[in-house]
Nanobody, 123 residues
Framework: QVQLVESGGGLVQAGGSLRLSCVAS????????MGWFRQAPGKERDIVGT????????YYADSVKGRFTISRDNAKNTVYLQMNSLKPEDTAVYYC????????????????WGQGTQVTVSS
């Protein structure tokens, strides 16, 4: 089992920044690819981006490309989501997820999920 705990969400004005953290425990963190997802009210859970086991490969949804950055620190068992130039449409609950092995674009491929952290961007 892998336990994931997100933090860092909050209320921010449009154009601002937030950094989300996701701390993992339970298994060898470097064996897992990580993904960030988000879900706005009344909408499906969407991919934000992924990162492979050593941080050497990252992929982003078009909606966040150039504004968001995913990174990880395996020594701290933590993955980060740096969000800049935030827009009201970024408002959602953000989730991190872990998948043993390679990265995967779709939520169904992830085995473990955090509880989510709310991000609200005001206009």
């Amino acid at each position: 089992q892998v336990q994931l705990v997100e933090s860092g969400g909050g209320l921010v004005q449009a154009g601002g920044s937030l950094r989300l953290s996701c701390v993992a425990s339970g298994r060898t963190f470097s064996n897992y690819a990580m993904g960030w997802f988000r879900q706005a009210p009344g909408k499906e859970r969407d991919i934000v981006g992924t990162i492979n086991w050593n941080g050497g490969s990252t992929y982003y949804a078009d909606s966040v490309k150039g504004r968001f950055t995913i990174s990880r620190d395996n020594a701290k068992n933590t993955v980060y989501l740096q969000m800049n130039s935030l827009k009201p449409e970024d408002t959602a609950v953000y989730y991190c997820a872990a998948r043993y092995g390679d990265t995967y674009w779709y939520s169904g491929g992830y085995d473990y999920w955090g509880q989510g952290t709310q991000v609200t961007v005001s206009s």
